[in-house]
């Protein structure tokens, strides 16, 4: 059974317990430690970012550098519709869902032709692309400085977001969570195992008649359209937009804290942003230089010695309890 | 009409001298790929590594330019050699993701010891001489140092062809690009083929990042910063071939000036826009076999 799941053929459908974890956590945050509401709503985006990541590189193998551009394009668009055109945040949010998604699929077409070196250049290609556009056409996006307290209205014309970040988490534990239902749901479906089928064979995948093309392309799109949401939840929520969004370090940082947590587990995707945001959150400030060398000598260590991430090595120890009870 | 051609003529010039930097420091990877199929996206790290040493050799020891060009060439090539038996070949047989997450770790690391050792702001070594000034051609001047990296960057291009074309050190490792495995039953050990290999390309690329600090800074994110030029320069020129990549680098140098020189204001956008058109024509490159 852990090894069938290990290749993202699930058993069972059905929720565990232990899966409503994350939430109950979440709540309780909300109750007992309200002060980090704004940091938990930061960490609770990061985490849909993650997530939309692991659907493509975890279960369909696409291994990508670019992620960030959809995420960056996703808050650029709610930042400038929400200056422009209306700063209702349910309206914004799907538009912005809608420019990361149509994105994801014009450029998805276009990378998934290719495999290996060139599909690494071309995610890296893109993600540059975006961030030179939005560094360059100041009009619009700001420049380098950014679009400064973005107008965004209360929710449904009623909530409205306090400077204590109260309303700004609920509503992203509510969009995360309903997102985080769509992956499990896709992940456990018929089409989420022909896409980890195209991962592990495509060619054998094309033989039984499988259009693996059209498969990768659609689970691509709703990857992008879902990083989209997350960089529109994050504009929103701090009512700024600026470059950090975009670029290659941001990818890589992401791919960083999904191995961290480990890939293809779903809940990967939220171990390693928290592990990797708190951590930040303390380090990071204390020792600015040594957090990179930090990262960078922990994603050696998990590469060589933990495959699994966090998630693998608590797998690992769980399995052994088992067996040595029996 | 002069004004323009002018233009040209210096787009040209600066776009040669780029383009040659650009490829004596991709080339080795083009070779690791295609011997391999490892994706090192640390490549960069070893052009910064040789641009930083050559820099302390220099400013520290006292060593003169010439002896520490090729002194810091030789210590990243040997060090890239012992990173390659310690980490690299245990990953030859893993699959994409996690050769792409070791090199992003190794860039991660590199990035942060390069801004502990020498601060955020760009370094060059001081230029000898015979580098500085202007070089009188017809009826326009050029910089010395930009046609002295154009002239040692041919030699060394013309020493690497002649090295793979007719040595028999090249023919092992054309024929181990062909295909490995034949290569190996007919007693070729493609592991120390491989070794000598990357430490061949490290050292170029080391020599490419010391001898070019002037054309591309030298700051410490430069593995990060550079990575998507050298990748560039890979794709389109086709992999595991030598001279894809020196039509890649070229076109990708002279572009580069070009739009630089002409549209400023849209950086470096034409670059991947063609980049993405023309993978979308040919996924395998401009001279690369198709799979």
Redesign the interface.
Known sequence: MAAASAIGYASSARLRPIELLPWALALAVFFFAPTYQPLAAYVLIIILFALSLDLI?GYGGI?T?GHSAYFGLGAYVAGVFAVRVTGDPLIGLAVAAAGAGLFGLVTGA?IL??H???L???T???T??VL??A??WTTVTGGADGLHSVPIQPILGYFRFDMFGRTAFVYCLIVVALCWWLVRTIVYSPFGVSLAGTRENDVRMAAVGAPVYRRRLLAYTISCTLAGIAGALLTQTTQFVGLSVLG??LS?EL??ML?LGG?RRIYGAFVGPVVFLVAKDYLAKQFP?????G??????V???FA?GGILGILDGVLDRLRRGRR | MDAFLASLVSIGFHGLAYGMILYVISVGLSVT?GLM?F?N?AHGVFAMAGGYLMYSLMTRLGLPWLPALALACLLVAAGSMALERL?YA??YA?G???Q???T??????????A??AYGPLPLAAPLPDFLSGQVELGSRSFPTYRVGVIVAAGIIIAALWFGLERTRWGAMVRAAVDNRAMAQSVGIDTGRLFTTTFALGSGLAALGGALGADLIAMTPTYP?EQ??YF??V??IGG?GTLRGPFLGALLIGIGDTACKYWVP?????FI??A??AL??WR???LLGRAQ
């Open positions: 590189v291994v550098l276009v032709r290719t290996g070196l060139a690494l250049m071309l890296l290609a893109i540059s692309i030179e556009v560094n360059k290659f370090e890589g791919l960083v191995v890939v230089e040594y957090w990179y060398l990262i960078g000598i922990l994603l050696i998990i590469v060589m495959r | 790929m199929g994706v996206l980490l245990r990953l893993a994409e993701l996690p792409v997450l070791f992003i770790g190794l860039i991660f690391v590199a990035v942060a010891v801004r502990i990060f990575l998507v990748l560039i890979v794709a992999l204001q849209f950086g470096a956008f991947y826009a980049t993405m993978l979308l996924p395998q490159g």
